[in-house]
């Protein structure tokens, strides 16, 4: 209506609307026109309706639009459309179209003149209304941390953490900032395997739970070395409890082209060890432990002291639930320093339990497994990545 008044003025009117499309092959492949009959006044619908051709201004009416603005109008008109009761009666139908319009305008311009409010004349009643919303969004981030398996005194932690940082009335922009930075901080710097630069081999060791990944995280590891490093790479195992674990590290060795060495008691540990004394680094597997078998687990701490490594990595799988982590951390406890390797990242998308893992050990992050790929499928932990999973977005705000 607004464009028809701008070609024919205040007074027209909109007859009647159709589709039409344009001729030849190509306009299978456009949009249809839409063709506008428009009437201007009793003048010109006189003159329409007396059989003449309409002449002057209004001929100059009678004039198509192009496609992209859809609103061709297209004469010459029937007469019969013309007469005085048909305008009558569509600028009946009109007339309410035409105060909607003018509503809308006097809305715009109320909306304008809100924008244009500087900030320090807001109402003071909008202030409190404000803190609701900072409030609300607080609890959008606190429950989202929440769902994904994030320890609840935890999470309130960071909440408190990032309420203490922020003025009054925060953006939700600012409180997700926030929050990120917190996060961030509390993850940490990851760190690698450092080699030595003494010439001596780096002894690295590779504990935790059964059943999540140890073997095929240092075929991973050592791939990484052999391949992307060209490093000289041993492998040794002291789990031969399965022998299943053992053909899989002997499977991995042959394939990479390294040595691989089975050892049965701690008295051949040494002697291994030195065997590969040429090597730039030795990684060692040992056997998985139920954390409940405490017979099991003198056994493992009887090992790792004499293997006597450089480092040694912990390693825990992404699957598993907060209370299991605690009881598992707290009987590794007897290792004073270690680094963490988390596996399983791919089968599922809470990722929780990282950050708790690591404020609850305050060990360093190191490597996480994403596949079985050998040796793609692992990489540096992410904590920019972990920490905007674990916030989350607020859509209801």
């Not at 041993?234 to 040595?259: C, F, H, N, S, W």
């Amino acid at each position: 209506m607004l464009k028809v008044k701008m070609d024919l003025g205040s007074e027209a009117v909109i007859l009647n609307t159709r589709k039409i499309r344009k001729k030849g092959l190509l306009s299978f492949f456009s949009k249809p026109l839409i063709e506008i009959l428009a009437a201007v006044d009793d003048n010109y619908s006189t003159k329409i309706d007396s059989g003449k051709k309409p002449e002057g201004d209004a001929a100059k009416h009678t004039m198509k639009k192009p496609a992209s603005r859809a609103m061709p109008v297209q004469s010459p008109l029937p007469a019969a459309m013309y007469s005085k009761s048909a305008l009558n009666e569509k600028d009946d139908k009109y007339s309410g179209l035409e105060n909607k319009v003018n509503s809308m305008e006097v809305l715009l311009k109320r909306i304008y003149e809100r924008m244009d409010t500087p900030e320090n004349e807001i109402a003071p009643e909008a202030e409190p209304q404000r803190d609701k919303l900072s409030s609300e969004t607080m609890k959008l981030f606190y429950n989202n941390l929440i769902k994904n398996d994030v320890d609840a005194e935890l999470a309130k932690r960071i909440i408190e953490a990032a309420s203490g940082k922020l003025g009054q009335s925060p953006s939700a922009s600012d409180i997700s900032s926030a929050l990120y930075d917190i996060i961030i901080d509390m993850l940490g710097k990851p760190e690698v395997i450092k080699l030595r630069d003494d010439g001596k081999p780096t002894v690295v060791i590779f504990t935790g739970p059964t059943g999540v990944g140890k073997t095929t995280t240092i075929a991973k590891i050592a791939a990484s070395y052999l391949l992307n490093m060209r490093k000289s790479v041993g492998l040794i195992t002291t789990d031969t409890y399965r022998i299943a674990a053992v053909e899989q590290l002997k499977t991995y060795a042959e394939i990479l082209g390294i040595p691989a060495t089975v050892i049965y008691s701690a008295n051949e540990i040494d002697d291994a060890i030195k065997a590969y004394s040429d090597k730039d680094i030795i990684l060692i597997d040992t056997a998985g432990r139920s954390h409940r078998n405490k017979e099991q687990f003198e056994e493992l701490k009887n090992t790792i002291t004499a293997l006597g490594a450089d480092e040694i990595y912990m390693v825990m799988s992404t699957t598993t639930n907060a209370g299991s982590c605690r009881d598992i951390l707290n009987n590794y406890s007897f290792l004073k320093d270690y680094k963490l390797i988390f596996t399983k990242v791919d089968e599922t998308p809470l990722m929780g339990i990282i950050l708790n893992t690591r404020v609850w050990t305050d060990k360093k992050l190191s490597y996480m497994a994403v596949g079985q790929s050998v040796p793609d499928d692992i990489e540096v932990v992410n904590t920019e990545k972990i920490a905007k999973i674990l916030l989350g977005s607020i859509a209801g705000i």
